[in-house]
Nanobody
C-alpha cells in the first residue's frame, strides 16, 4: 500500500514561484514513476510533469521552461518547482505514483494552487 501526501500549495501573485512537495509513504519508491497532475475548475485532470525512477522527465507543453520535477530517493520525496506562474496555473495539484510492475496507481489528496493578484 502506498500513501501520497502533498504540501506547498497556496496563493501566489502572477510571476511568482511555488514549490510543491509529495511524500511517498510505502515500499520501493524507486520502482514507481512519479508525476504531478492538476485539475482546474470545470476541466479534466491533466498531466503536468512526470519523472521515472532513473530521472527521465516529461512535461506538458504548458509546463516546459517554467516547471521542474525532481525526486529524492533518500527521502522518498517528489518535488515540483513552479516558476513564472500565471493565472491559468490555478488548479488543484495531485501527486501520482504508478508501478509498471504491479500496474497499481495511487493519488494524493491534492493541494490548491491559486495564482492571482
Amino acid at each position: 500500500q502506498v500513501e501520497l501526501a502533498e504540501s506547498g500549495g497556496g496563493l501566489v501573485q502572477p510571476g511568482g514561484s511555488l514549490r510543491l512537495s509529495c511524500a511517498f509513504l510505502g515500499n520501493i519508491f524507486s520502482t514507481y514513476v512519479m508525476a504531478w497532475y492538476r485539475q482546474a475548475p470545470g476541466k479534466q485532470r491533466e498531466l503536468v510533469a512526470q519523472i521515472g525512477s532513473g530521472g527521465s522527465t516529461n512535461y506538458a507543453d504548458s509546463a516546459k521552461g517554467r516547471f521542474t520535477i525532481s525526486r529524492d530517493h533518500l527521502r522518498n520525496m517528489v518535488y515540483l518547482q513552479m516558476n513564472s506562474l500565471i493565472p491559468e496555473d490555478t488548479a488543484v495539484y495531485y501527486c501520482n505514483a504508478f508501478s509498471f510492475i504491479s500496474q497499481n496507481t495511487y493519488w494524493g489528496q491534492g493541494t490548491q494552487v491559486t495564482v492571482s493578484s
